[in-house]
């Protein structure tokens, strides 16, 4: 089974601060995303990436950037955090080919930033 | 940018009723997925169907896609309490990697 992990399920940050989200797969794919989700807005995504160290913005990638070091790991970085970042933070990756393959998430972050 | 739009956005129904889910879409895809997520989860995938491919099933759930129409239907039948949850529709446009995801249907599934 496809396992995608992340490292936090809940998390408590305060403005202004430097967040580190992680996402680990195992399944050696070679995409990996992320979203938020929020009430009433559905995901939207954030940052993806196709290959190691390399990215693409999503639909909303302000205030954010992303880092991929390592095929089975993606991060995304709050780089300072803002009280409307406050959302579900969701991880997900597929195997490479293009068309929109199937995903497989990770259980999710909560942030809360106060 | 949401493409996918479910409609209900909810649905209350008694276990054992059927529960039908309806997607539509506005450009043309290569395929459509349906997901669902429990609360308080990440999403699971259930399900896809390829733009020339007209219905699938998979255990209690049924799919059907209408290009024509620009939509498509998820269908649970039999259900249980345990099936409450979200569940989004995906679609996949012909280029890209990436997924546009619907607003979901809660379903609830009263035992």
Wanted: aromatic content about 10%; glycine content about 8%; proline content about 2%.
């Amino acid at each position: 089974d496809v396992k995608v992990t992340q490292s936090s399920r809940y998390l408590v940050k305060r403005t202004g601060e430097k967040v580190f989200l992680e996402c680990v797969q195992d399944m050696d794919h070679e995409n990996m995303f992320w979203y938020r989700q929020d009430p009433g807005l559905g995901l939207r995504l954030i940052y993806f990436s196709y290959d190691v160290k390399m990215k693409e913005k999503g639909d909303i990638p302000e205030g954010y950037s992303v880092s991929r070091e390592k095929k089975e790991r993606f991060s995304l970085i709050l780089e300072s955090a803002s009280t409307n970042q406050t959302s579900m933070y969701l991880c997900a990756s597929s195997f490479g080919g293009g068309f929109g393959e199937t995903q497989y998430f990770g259980p999710g972050t909560r942030l809360l930033v106060l | 940018s949401q493409q996918g739009e479910e409609d209900p956005q909810a649905l209350s129904i008694q276990e054992g009723e059927n529960a039908t889910m309806n997607c539509s879409y506005k450009t043309s895809i290569n395929n459509l997925q349906w997901y669902r997520q429990n609360s308080g989860r990440g999403l699971v995938h259930l399900i896809l169907i390829r733009s020339n491919e007209r219905e699938k099933h998979s255990g209690r759930l049924r799919v059907t896609l209408d290009t024509s129409k620009k939509s498509s239907s998820l269908l649970i039948t039999a259900s249980r309490a345990a099936d409450t949850a979200s569940y989004f529709c995906a679609t996949a446009s012909n280029a890209g990697n990436m997924l546009t995801f619907g607003g979901g249907t809660r379903l609830m599934v009263k035992p």
